[in-house]
């Protein structure tokens, strides 16, 4: 298969490991473009400066109010295409504000497959 053409993902996620780890499975799935950043201050430098297509936001994010930097990123000045959260501590509240505000997925950290492959299908 080929890479993905002209697309870029962007982690924010506070946690180094985290983010490596995304940026493996990602790499892993033939996604070679990934930024990463540790704040939603990092985040808000990144995508004035980039087109994303997808975005994964940490409901652990510390600096600024995680859903708050999921709107920004859907509908700011420079939207993000998809949006996705992911959590250490999913549940049934955190899923529907995510599809609530317009999220493609509620991931768990680390996402299971079948959620990886749902993601990439709606990315579509």
């Known amino acids: 298969t080929q890479p993905h053409a002209g697309t870029r993902v962007l982690v924010i996620d506070p946690d180094p490991e985290v983010r490596l780890y995304w940026r ?12 990463e950043a ?54 049934w509240p955190k899923r529907i504000r995510a599809r609530i505000v317009g999220c493609n997925a509620c991931l768990d950290i680390p996402p299971s497959p079948g959620s990886m492959v749902r993601l990439l299908r709606s990315l579509r």
């Open 24 to 35: 493996a499975k990602f790499a892993g799935l033939r996604f070679p473009e990934l930024d």
């Open 38 to 91: 540790a704040t939603a201050a990092q985040a808000r430098d990144l995508i004035q400066s980039g087109t994303y297509l997808l975005a994964i936001v940490s409901l652990g994010v510390v600096d600024a109010d995680p859903w708050d930097l999921v709107e920004l990123l859907r509908k700011g000045e420079h939207p993000v295409t998809h949006v996705a959260v992911a959590t250490h501590q999913p549940d």
